[in-house]
Nanobody, 124 residues
């Protein structure tokens, strides 16, 4: 079975850092691209970052570009979202997802599996 296990959330002060992990299992990791999305209370799920697992190429939403870095470890079937200079507006539940075969997309509708989510709270 396909499983995505997200971890690494927590509470930090503005300007702090966190690293989220998403461990994948049950499929060939490099055949599917991966992404991170977030959802704050009362808001829709929004794209954060995506990565081509075979090449490591990544790109980001404007709101996080320059502060967040997405990487992957093929040996561990894991993607990492390093989040620096966190802001209160980054507070949300963060979800990793697997995009449907052949897609490298910012649309959550084209992701077929999701992790359980991990809460990130940025507050002083």
């Amino acid at each position: 079975d396909v499983q995505l296990q997200a971890s690494g959330g927590g509470t930090v002060q503005p300007g702090g850092s966190l690293r989220l992990s998403c461990a994948a299992s049950g499929f060939t990791f490099t055949r599917y691209n991966m992404g991170w999305f977030r959802q704050a209370p009362g808001k829709e799920r929004e794209f954060v970052a995506r990565i081509r697992t075979n090449s490591g190429f990544s790109n980001y939403a404007d709101a996080v570009n320059g502060r967040f870095t997405l990487s992957r470890d093929i040996a561990k079937n894991t993607v990492y979202l390093q989040m620096n200079n966190l802001r209160p507006e980054d507070t949300a539940k963060y979800y990793c997802g697997r995009s449907r075969s052949g897609y490298f997309t910012v649309s959550s509708a084209l992701y077929d599996y999701w992790g359980q989510g991990t809460q990130v709270t940025v507050s002083s």
